[in-house]
C-alpha cells in the first residue's frame, strides 16, 4: 500500500492554542489558503480511494482537494478522529497539566475523553483495515495531528508514542508518505510542508 496522510489546515482554535478533540471547528482564512496549496500538491499525485475524517475541519479539504481528485471515491470514519479530550475541550493548551491526572502517560484520561492507550486501539485497528482492503492501492488519508502521531508511533518504532505526543507537533497540511508492504513500512516524506514554502517566507 502507498500511503499518503495530511492533517488539515489551520483553524482559529489551532491559532489560539485551543484543544479541539471532538470539537467540529471551521477552517480559519489561513487554514483555506493552505488547503488550496496542498490540494494543489496533491493533483500531481493519483489515489485509488481517499478516507477523512468526519469532523468539518478535514471534510472542508475534500472539497478542494477533490477538484483534482473528482473521481476518487470518499469514505468519511469517524475512526479517523481526533483524540477525544473531553473535559479539556476547548480550554487553552498551556493550562493543560497531565501531572494532575492519575495513572501513566498511555492510560491518562480526561473526564468524557479518551486514552491514548484506547487511541491506540482505534487506529491500529483502522490501520489493520486498510492494509486488509488497500493492500496493493493508493491510499490518501486526511486526518489531525494526534491521528498522525498515534499512526507515526504505530508504524514508526524509533518513534515512541510517548515522544510524538509530548514532543512533537505535525504541521498544518503536513505530508507524511509511506509504502507498507506486511509489516516492511518504508518512509518516504515526513511533516512536508514545502508547498507552504512561499507563505513561510512572507
Same mark, same amino acid.
Given at each position: 500500500m502507498e500511503l499518503t496522510v495530511v492533517r488539515h489546515g489551520e483553524t482559529t482554535h489551532n491559532a489560539a492554542g485551543i484543544m479541539q478533540g471532538h470539537l467540529d471547528v471551521d477552517l480559519n482564512e489561513s487554514g483555506h489558503e493552505q488547503t488550496k496549496a496542498l490540494a494543489k500538491r496533491l493533483g500531481e499525485s493519483k489515489f485509488d480511494i481517499i478516507y477523512s475524517s468526519d469532523l468539518k475541519r478535514c471534510a472542508e479539504m475534500i472539497k478542494e482537494i477533490s477538484k483534482y481528485h473528482s473521481g476518487t471515491?470518499?469514505?468519511? #470514519? =469517524? !475512526?479517523?478522529?481526533?483524540?477525544? %479530550? &473531553?473535559? %479539556?475541550? &476547548? @480550554?487553552?493548551? =498551556? #493550562? %493543560?497539566? +497531565?501531572d494532575n491526572f492519575p495513572g501513566t502517560f498511555m492510560d491518562k484520561k480526561p473526564k468524557g475523553g479518551e486514552s491514548l492507550n484506547e487511541m491506540k486501539e482505534r487506529v491500529q485497528s483502522f490501520l489493520d483495515m486498510l492494509k486488509q482492503k488497500h493492500s496493493k492501492e493508493r491510499v490518501l488519508l486526511v486526518a489531525h495531528g494526534g491521528f498522525m502521531r498515534m499512526l507515526t508511533g504505530i508504524l514508526s518504532p524509533e518513534f515512541s508514542i510517548e515522544v510524538a505526543f509530548k514532543k512533537f507537533k505535525f504541521h498544518n497540511t503536513a505530508?507524511?508518505? +509511506? @509504502?507498507? !508492504? &506486511? #509489516?516492511?513500512?518504508? !518512509?518516504?516524506k515526513f511533516n512536508d510542508i514545502s508547498h507552504l514554502a512561499f507563505k513561510l517566507n512572507d
Open positions: 471515491p470518499v469514505i468519511y #470514519d =469517524s !475512526e479517523m478522529r481526533e483524540r477525544n %479530550l &473531553g473535559e %479539556l475541550q &476547548g @480550554t487553552k493548551r =498551556s #493550562d %493543560l497539566n +497531565w505530508v507524511c508518505e +509511506w @509504502t507498507i !508492504e &506486511g #509489516d516492511k513500512v518504508q !518512509e518516504h
